[in-house]
Each structure stands twice: as C-alpha cells, then as structure tokens.
C-alpha cells in the first residue's frame, strides 16, 4: 500500500483491506493543510461508500486510502483544487481471506466485527515501541506473536518519562529552530513506519489503540495549539482510518496534560469524528479524574483504575464497553502501578471479565538499559501472560459477545451467560468448599479451574442447586457452571 | 481465689491479684439481686481505696473481689443488709512478681499496663471456647502458651452459628420450664469455670476481652429484659472486674443483635461504667453499622474491617486506640470473612501496626469435627502466627509506647517514631528497587525485612536520605530504618 507508486492505485484489494491511490503534485502552497485531495469511493452496486480525506506523504506525493467492506468491483474518483490530484478509476475488492473478520465495533456493551465475529479485547500496552530501533520494533511484533493480546496501546508521539529516557528514532513532526517543534509539516518517514506498524498488528490480528496526545514530553507536543491540533487530527485520520484494526485513544491520561480543558478534548473528538469516514472506535484514558463517558462521541470506555470490582457498574453508568486499560502492571519497579505479582495482574483480568468488561495488560520489570515492555515492547519477562491466555480461552468458549456480570449474591459476582452458565473466581482467597446456589433450579456440569497453573478439571456428574462443592483450598482458583443441554 | 473458704478472705495476694472474701448467709431472698454486700477496701495508707459489690456464687455463698494495686497492708470491710454477710479484715499484698505488669489502661492513642509497662495488643478470637469440654479448653491454653497472642475475643454466653452446633457444656443461666432462659439466678458452676479461665489467660499474659452480648443464639439470651441485662452485668462485673486481665466487649456485632436499640447499648455501657470500680477497658464491635466511638464510655475502638489502611484516619476521628478485631480470618471456609490466606492475614496485622492501631487474628479451617480456632479454641493448624510473633517481636523493638503513623508519600504509610525511625511493608507488591525520602535528612541503618520467612537483614552501612535501595523483588517485603545514633 505504502508502496503504491505516484499516479497509481491499489488494482486488487481484500474486504477490509486498504485501497490507496496515490497522486503528484509539485505546486500545492500548504502540503500539510487538511485533504489537498479527497477520494470519493463507491461500491459495487455504485451507490457511494464515502468521501476521505486524502494526505500529503513527502516531496510531491499525495494519498488517499479507503477501507472497502464487501467483495467486488469498486470505483473511485479524486477531487482537488489542484488538478494535477485529480483522478478515477477502479479496483476489484477480494472477499475477506480466513481469519481476517474486519474493524471492531461496538454490539450493545462488548464489540463484534464487522463480520459479525465477536471480539473479546485482551489489550497489552507498549506506549513508545514504534519510537525504538527497527530491530526491536521486530522483536516486540515476535513477542505480540506468541502472546495472548489482541490490542495494543501505543502512542503516536514519542514519551519521556521514568525509563523512557531516549530519544525517538524519528520524530512525528520536525524540531523547529527555537529546539520546539515545527508542526506546520509532518514527518513522512516516521507516519510510513507508523502506517507499516499498523499493518503489522493487524497480520497478527491485533486492535492499534492508537493514542493521539499524552502528557509525557520533552518534545513540545502538548504545547501544540488549536489549529495545528486540527490538522494533526485530520492528517492522521486520513492517513490511518482506513486500517481495518485502528482505535482511537484521544489521549493517554488526558487530564494531566497541561494547560488542556476539557473542551479541547471535546474539539479533538468532534474532529476526530468529523474526519473519519469508517468510523473507528474512539475513547479517552483518565489518569485520576474522568471523562464523561456518556458523551456521544465516545464509543467505549477506556479506563485507568485498580477497582475492578465496580465494572459492571460503570457499563450500567454509561451503557457502552468497558475496558480497564490500566489497572497497573505486572513488575518490580517502584511506583505502586508498576510491581503487581504475575498472579495479581492476571487475576484483575478475570474479575474485569466478570464485571462484563475487559482488562489491558502491561509489563514493568526492571531491565539494565531499561527494556521494559509496558514502554518500549521488546520481550515479555513476566508470569502473567499465559494465565491471560488461559482465561482469553475459557473467555472464548464462552457466550458469543461475551459475558454479562451477575450478582451472586451479596459478597460473590458472577461472569453469566443468561442461566445457562455461570463462571466465577475466588481470587487470593482459598476456601475448600462453596455452596452454589445460582438463581435457577437445573442440573449444572461443573468445572473447576485453576488459573494459575491453568488446568480445567471438569467434575463427574451433574449437580443442581443448591449444591455444596469441595474446592481445592488454593488461590486462584475459579468454577465454570455449565448447564446439561 | 474461687476456693476461698466461706467465711474466711485472701490473706496474701499479689499486686494486682485478687484479694476475695467469702460469707454465707441462707436467708437472702433474691441471691441474683444486685449487690447482696458491698466490699470496701483501703489500701495501706488507710483511704480507701474503693468499693466493690458482692456476688452470690451458689447455695449460702456469697464472695466480693478486689484488686489491690499497691503492695503493703490492706483492709476490708463488707456491708450487707444481711448481717451474716458483714465482715471486715485485712490483708497483704506483696509487689508483683516478674512479669506481672497489672491491668491495662489507654495511654492516648496506645495502652500501656499499670505499671507503666507497654501493651502491644496481639489479639486472637476463640468466641466459645469455654463452651467446650474442658480437656479442649486445656488444649486452648496450651496452644495459647506457645502462641503469640496477647488478648483473646471471648463469649460469655454460649454460641450458635455454623461451624457452632454443638451444646455448651454449661450455660451461664439455666433452663427455663417453658425452654427458654431463666435469667433470675446464674448458673455458679458456669461462672466459676469462667473464673478459672480467666485466671488461666492471666497467667500466660494474656489479657480476656469478655464479649458480654452477641447474636449467634439459639437459647435465649438476646431476649433478655432490661432488668435482668441490669442484674448480669453487674453480675459479671461483681466477678470479674478484679481480674487484671479482664476488657468488656459489650457486644461482638452489636448491630445485628435482634430489638436492640443504640440506646440499650448505651445503658450497657453506662451499668458496666457504673459498676466496675476497677474501670476495665470497655469497648463493642460492630458487624456493619459503627457505634459512636465518640461516647465517653468507650475506651477504645473494637472494629470489623477489612480496611485496615484506614486506620491512621479512625485514630484521628476517635482520638482513641483502635484496634480491628475482625478483618477477615486466615482459613479455608466458604464465607469471605474466612479464607484469608496466611500471608493475606500477617499483612494486615502490618497494615494495622503501619496505621498506628492493633489487629485481631482468627482461624478458620474446615475439621471434620468442627474444631476451627475461631470459634471453639483447640489447636492452631495455619501459618500466620509465627509471622504474627515476627511482627510483635518489631513492635516490641519499637517505639516504647507504640508506632505513630506517618504519611510517607502519597502512596505510602509508614509506622514512625518521631524522625527516628521508620518501617513499613510493600504487602503483595513486588519492587526490586524504592526510594527513600523521608521528610528528614539523617543517616539511617537500614533493616530489610522479609515477613514472610521472617528474616532480619541489616544493610552495611548508613544511608542518608533520599537514596535508592535494591529490594528482593518479592511479596511480603518490609524495611525498618533506624537513625544511627
């Protein structure tokens, strides 16, 4: 795609892949001002799909990408004010190959593909792993390979913080000559290495949960003003929303980047929304007070909290997804977020999961020259991530769009599927027998789980409630409820 | 003591012992009325030193106690509408031996003994445990020999509650004929026993929080009128005040006794307040709902919760000592309040310890038999009481009255003493690496502590804040600094 040559387009394409038409023109004044060109698609019954935005791209090169959504033979046409950008054609739209099952969107409060395929969020975060070296860049795409996540949180800008003390490998907008940043032209090297990372996550069919502003900086980024926020917003949506796995988080702890109120944030949402033709999924991340969820621009809530107890309630609050993006990480370093026990991190998945949402990942081990996932990706260190992926497989068998949390009773939450399954954990505590006494009278199989050396052992039999269970007596453990067909 | 002749008194008694006096009379017509005599007692400079009521302990017997608090020559005299009942004497008291330190008083926001000695209170919880037959309740007491317990949470009356099915070997008021209590005469095979046992918790240091009300009942005794609430407690406070070793524990969960109002509570405490010439700590322990710690009759906060990092902040609200005798018990039953893993249950002796305050421990694994700790006494079986007796032995290293609390940094509470000394516990968090900044610029030895294995690690050398140290990276790891002198 990136590679299309100037005047040419993508003649092939799949369902839920980028179709990119690429133009030359050497006289436009202001190449970074928002779509010198849009393309207008339509699809094979010849009604119009929609209009993007297209996007400067380096020297005399313009873009513009579309996400076509149905087999077929499509067509296009460009429009510009410079007619050296304008141009039709066609190209032919494969049907979705195996796996591929397009953007995620939100079904009530879980998300569902645009096939129609469920999509259970198991997020892990390494917020400046595109500003490292390509070869670790390489090594965190292998790691995200073998690992259980299907989404990664991952910043647009580069980050200074704690451990995050080298420079990016390329800067998304130019130094300006006061040692700021010039943001009147974005860096085409560094958005080609973003587009191909994007591309990456999604061979390995994972979310881009890609955060638009943050507050860790040395750079000047946050300091960006209204109107270079606008064009910044529109470029990159131009430039990415066409990627079938992109998200957007307008920021990564919004509420302490300085000097922003909470009307900007309102602006760059609007603009955000404006822009995107695909409607991508968009969200903001609280570090200690919250965005109003319910506003209508925000398709799921991005969360930052240790309480994962109180999920269910904020998916009743807000009536949308909720994800805990943050709910501090596996690690030994200092600060309290960072030195959860692998048996700790994974058990606030499941109680996340019970609560009816979904929890995100992150991993902060000390490391000599500080290689620590959470940041900069590279290699998983840490315990956790195969208990996640046990529980992303249980998760999986089951109910469609996923579970509803159901009141036990007063002291007990449950992961409930109607009354034909119930799933529940006992977490750090180690009790040898329960009593289950679900709200329905039926003949149950019963599974005992133990999530930390992650066996399932089903029981013989079937049992109805009330019934008593012996337990193993051991933390962690979880019991499945399956009703007899 | 309870084998004084009648007729005869304690010629000889320890500080803080019980001097007792026993007369008979046949011919009182209620014996359960209040105060059948009164004892007045002067101590060896001929004031007098107070005034005790008598009680009737069985057939023509009547006994009245006092604990002298001074050694030298002290004398009685008995008063009596019943002549028979009138005597007067006096007695020795020799200075206390090693280790008898007298009963315990509330010095600000800590208890200190009478003779000047600190109190670190180290609770367990045996509600009926002199409800069992008496060879389990000589298994208590040697359990509680090698235990490192201070105070033991104790029923008067007998209990019903799961895990608690069985009859009482005795019950502190007969039978009714129409099967419920009959509260106008004690049992004084009951009570003598109780005698004893506290006699016996007396002697191996540890202090009997006497529990004079609860609601896990099935014989009656919460229905008690006001009158005969009246006649028991000063009863019980006729026998029992002159124990060095005894606290009243109005109630355990107050607030789910069945009819009772707040104002019935408040009378409890104003008879108990009134009656006790030996002013015993008074407190009561709610379920759910707080009583107003605030009331002047209340010595101290007796509290369930699992929040013991509110401690700090209760101390302030009260002004009192506070100490949690409920926060979950280590164990393996279904009930939340009971399967507390070990580490869960010593780190929240630590959390209370950090808060300024004092926690009470309870075990609650499942027997087949139904012999769990908590409830019955009998022997230990889990693993939190060595680190309980780690803990103790630091507190006891610590601060001559007990640890302040200290707001370490936003995050963090740390026990001080003054600017000397600091120790606090990273519980299940894991950092390989902390900073330390107390707001003070000495040099420190350093002691890393592991509670788990109970080890004591001193660094080499002195460290002058702030400075970084390397940590084992494991749970249950605390540090101790200690200004060098």
């Not at 069919?205 to 980024?221: K, M, N, T, V």
């Not at 570090?287 to 506003?295: E, F, I, Q, S």
């Not at 992926?389 to 509803?404: D, K, N, S």
């Not at 027998?433 to 992650?454: A, G, I, S």
Request: glycine letters at 8%; hydrophobic letters at 40%; one cysteine or more.
């Amino acid at each position: 795609m990136t590679s299309t040559a100037a005047g040419a387009w993508t003649r092939e394409v799949e369902q839920y892949g980028v179709f990119e038409v690429a133009v030359r023109c050497a006289s436009v004044a202001d190449p970074g001002a928002p779509a010198p060109l849009t393309l207008q698609v339509s699809g094979p019954d010849g009604e119009t799909a929609g209009v993007a935005a297209g996007f400067w791209d380096g020297g005399d090169v313009y873009r513009a990408r579309w996400m076509p959504d149905r087999p077929g033979r499509w067509s296009f046409t460009t429009r510009s004010a410079h007619p050296e950008l304008v141009t039709h054609g066609a190209f032919d739209c494969a049907p979705a190959p195996e796996g591929s099952h397009g953007p995620v969107a939100v079904a009530g409060r879980h998300f569902r593909h645009a096939d129609g395929a469920p999509h259970f969020s198991f997020g892990t975060t390494c917020y400046a792993w595109v500003h490292q070296p390509a070869e670790m860049q390489e090594q965190t795409l292998r790691t995200l390979g073998e690992a259980p996540f299907n989404k990664l949180r991952m910043c647009v800008f580069p980050k200074h913080y704690r451990f995050n003390e080298n420079e990016p490998t390329a800067h998304p907008y130019p130094t300006s000559a006061d040692g700021g940043r010039d943001f009147r032209l974005p860096n085409p090297d560094f958005f080609q290495m973003l587009d191909r990372r994007v591309a990456d996550l999604a061979r390995l069919g994972i979310q881009a949960d890609i955060i638009l502003f943050h507050p860790y900086d040395r750079w000047g980024y946050p300091a960006m003003n209204a109107r270079d926020r606008d064009r910044y917003l529109r470029y990159i949506v131009a430039r990415l929303a066409a990627y079938a796995n992109v998200w957007w988080s307008l920021a990564n702890e919004y509420d302490i980047v300085p000097d922003w109120s909470e009307e900007d944030w309102d602006a760059c949402f609007r603009t955000v929304q404006a822009a995107d033709p695909h409607g991508r999924l968009r969200s903001i991340h609280n570090c200690v007070r919250w965005y109003d969820h319910g506003k209508p621009w925000v398709t799921h809530v991005s969360a930052q909290s240790s309480e994962l107890r109180r999920v269910a309630e904020w998916r009743d609050r807000w009536n949308k997804p909720v994800v805990v993006d943050e709910c501090c990480y596996e690690g030994n370093i200092e600060p309290l977020w960072g030195n959860l026990t692998a048996a700790e991190m994974a058990h606030r998945f499941w109680l996340g999961t019970i609560g009816g949402g979904y929890v995100g990942h992150g991993e902060t081990y000390l490391h000599p020259s500080d290689e620590l996932w959470w940041s900069k990706g590279g290699v998983l260190r840490g315990a956790s991530a195969p208990r996640i992926a046990f529980l992303r497989r249980i998760v999986e068998e089951g109910p469609p769009l996923g579970y509803e949390p159901a009141r036990w009773r007063w002291d007990m939450w449950a992961a409930a599927r109607g009354e034909q399954e119930y799933l529940f954990t006992f977490g750090a505590r180690q009790p040898a027998e329960y009593t289950f006494d679900p709200p329905v009278r039926r003949p149950f199989r019963v599974d005992v789980l133990d999530t930390w050396n992650m066996t399932v052992s089903p029981l013989e039999g079937l049992r109805t409630p009330p019934f008593r269970l012996e337990l193993p007596g051991r933390p962690y453990t979880a019991v499945r409820l399956l009703a007899a067909e």
